[in-house]
């Protein structure tokens, strides 16, 4: 078999957000019951999307809403049979770098599933307050700097 690369780029046209909106239901509708009114949130419009694509298939995704000056992280899911190949990580280090070079957002913050927390620990962000429960599962809160790259003039 020919050896494939996973790309990881915004979603631009209406095919790839579709495509995005697909993962998310497959992987917090039907794998985690999220009720379709809370992941169908309606915020999706004022959004950045990102996605893993591979062979032509949409593998996984994430979505950036940028408030002020805190990019919120949310809605990171990868297909279940794409799972522990370094996929959602992908996703997480093209977000990191593309904030990266705004210089208009000073950090990066998500929602973390509890289970999820030792995977954006490895990505370099910190939990900070309570646990809380969102669509019936166990979050914190996570935060990261953003580190700016530096420019000149
Ligand atoms: N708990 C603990 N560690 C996890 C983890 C989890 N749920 N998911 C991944 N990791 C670890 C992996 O073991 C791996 O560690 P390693 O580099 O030491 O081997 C590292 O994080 C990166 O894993 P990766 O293969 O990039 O993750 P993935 O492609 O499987 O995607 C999720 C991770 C969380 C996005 C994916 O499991 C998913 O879509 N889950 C369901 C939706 C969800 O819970 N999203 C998070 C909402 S906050």
Same mark, same amino acid.
Request: include cysteine; aromatic fraction near 6%; charge should be negative.
């Given at each position: 078999?020919?050896?494939?690369? !996973?790309?990881?780029?915004?979603?631009?046209?209406?095919? $790839?957000?579709?495509?995005?909106?697909? !993962?998310?239901?497959?992987?917090?509708?039907?794998?985690?019951? !999220?009720? $379709?009114?809370? /992941?169908?949130?309606?915020?999706?419009?004022?959004?950045?999307?990102?996605? &893993? /694509? %591979?062979?032509?298939?949409?593998?996984?995704?994430?979505?950036?809403?940028? *408030?002020?000056?805190?990019?919120?992280?949310?809605?990171? &899911?990868?297909? $279940? $049979?794409?799972?522990?190949?370094?996929?959602?990580?992908?996703? @997480?280090?093209?977000?990191?770098?593309? @904030?990266?070079?705004?210089?208009?957002? &000073?950090?990066?913050?998500?929602?973390?599933?509890?289970?999820?927390?030792?995977?954006? %620990?490895? *990505?370099?962000?910190?939990? !900070?307050? /309570?646990?809380? @429960?969102?669509?019936?599962?166990?979050?914190?809160? @996570?935060?990261?700097?953003?580190?700016?790259?530096?420019?000149?003039?």
């Amino acid at each position: 078999m020919t050896p494939t690369r !996973v790309a990881y780029r915004y979603a631009e046209t209406d095919q $790839e957000h579709k495509a995005c909106f697909f !993962v998310r239901r497959r992987v917090f509708i039907d794998g985690q019951n !999220v009720p $379709e009114d809370l /992941e169908i949130d309606g915020l999706d419009d004022a959004a950045l999307h990102v996605l &893993a /694509e %591979e062979n032509g298939n949409i593998l996984g995704t994430a979505r950036i809403r940028i *408030l002020e000056d805190i990019a919120k992280i949310e809605r990171v &899911a990868v297909l $279940e $049979e794409a799972r522990g190949k370094g996929i959602g990580r992908g996703i @997480m280090i093209f977000i990191i770098e593309k @904030m990266a070079e705004r210089r208009d957002i &000073a950090r990066l913050k998500l929602g973390s599933q509890c289970h999820a927390i030792p995977f954006y %620990e490895s *990505l370099g962000f910190a939990a !900070v307050g /309570e646990v809380y @429960m969102d669509a019936g599962i166990a979050h914190r809160d @996570m935060v990261r700097d953003n580190q700016q790259i530096k420019q000149t003039g």
